[in-house]
């Protein structure tokens, strides 16, 4: 990033609540930058790295990979841009996730978009993407629902007690949500 301090929005919701969605929306219409720490780390195993079949394993399990891994994925790829305006997509999912982050980056998020999807919508949506994603069937997004209610909780309720969280209601057309998250950022002074 440029020297002036960056911008930096936490994106969680549970699986297939349209985080991915929604920020390739606000990336276009805002100009921030997209990191998804889900594509972070299926990239990480593509290229053949040493914690690749680890991250595999556990992203089959729907389990949350260590959160040295992440944080240092993210790390990277925010110093990697000249861009000051991140939107950081999938990412906190446990407490100890958001430890690390504060830790190693030493920085805390500006604000954290909260998508509130029904887990009926939810276990529509991902069964119906046909990605060829290891983790989209119904065994795994079993567990991924059990890890999203059990570890994203505590972080959601860490930055509300801050007043950072904006909750948004996923239901609806994607472009029904996007017009629910776009004053929040019309209305940002950075
Ligand atoms: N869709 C989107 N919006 C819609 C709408 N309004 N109406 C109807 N359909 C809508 O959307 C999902 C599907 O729904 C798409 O087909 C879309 O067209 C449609 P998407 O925008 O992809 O939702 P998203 O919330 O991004 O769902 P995703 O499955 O990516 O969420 P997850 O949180 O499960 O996946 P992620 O890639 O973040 O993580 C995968 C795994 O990686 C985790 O389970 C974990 O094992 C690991 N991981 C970590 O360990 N640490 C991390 O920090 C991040 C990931
Ligand atoms: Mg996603």
Known sequence: PSSKKAFITFVIG???????????????????A????????????????DNGVMICNTIKEGQIVPSEITVGLIQRAIESTDMDKFLIDGFPRSDENRIAF?????????????FDCSEEEMVKRVLSRNQGRVDDNIETLKKR??????????VINYYRGKGKVCKIDAVGTEEQVFEKVRPIFANLRY
């Open 34 to 49: 997209h990191l998804s720490a889900g594509d972070l780390l299926r990239k990480e195993i593509l290229s053949n790295s």
């Open 102 to 114: 504060e830790k190693i980056v030493g920085v805390e998020p500006d604000l954290v978009l909260y």
């Open 14 to 32: 549970g699986p297939g609540s349209g985080k991915g969605t929604q920020c390739s929306k606000i990336s276009e219409a805002f100009g921030f």
């Open 145 to 154: 629902l059990e890890v999203f209610n059990e570890f994203n909780v505590p």
